[in-house]
């Protein structure tokens, strides 16, 4: 939601933290039985109390968990293996698209929007295509 380093070819604001939450945000609003599991290293030192507590009140209740923190996480695709264990747990969420800015961190590029460019006009768009399941890079 944010760049990990301010980056000096953007205005100041996109470098702020969760400069990106309020885009997030809309897009989270329009589908309203879309959740948020978070996977950001974030969760290492909060409590899901604490996560939820940095989205708006209107939505707190949809961040439903956070991935658990395996020891091979830092190696590639280890983000996707703690959703994966997330969602072996929670079978109820078999459908599931990547918000990341580390592709290294995703064996399943088909299931990932990347951020690296932060969250933006196209990453929002194609965030939308994949929740309404008009994107054919996530019906594979």
């Not at 996109?14 to 990106?20: K, R, V, W």
């Not at 009140?57 to 439903?64: A, G, T």
């Amino acid at each position: 939601m944010h760049p990990l380093f301010p980056r000096k070819d953007r205005p100041g604001k996109e470098s702020a933290p969760f400069a990106y939450l309020p885009r997030l945000s809309a897009v989270l609003r329009n589908y309203p039985h879309t959740y948020v599991v978070i996977s950001s290293t974030w969760r290492v030192n909060r409590t899901l109390k604490e996560l939820k507590a940095l989205f708006p009140l209107d939505l707190q209740d949809r961040i439903i968990g956070s991935t658990p923190i395996l020891d091979d996480s830092l190696r590639p695709g280890g983000r996707e293996a703690e959703a994966s264990s997330w969602l072996d747990l929670h079978p109820e969420h078999s459908s599931w698209i990547a918000v990341d800015d580390c592709a290294v961190c995703w064996f399943s590029l088909s299931k990932l929007i990347l951020c690296d460019d932060g969250f933006r006009e196209e990453e929002e768009t194609e965030l939308r295509s994949a929740i309404e399941g008009r994107s054919s890079k996530f019906s594979k």
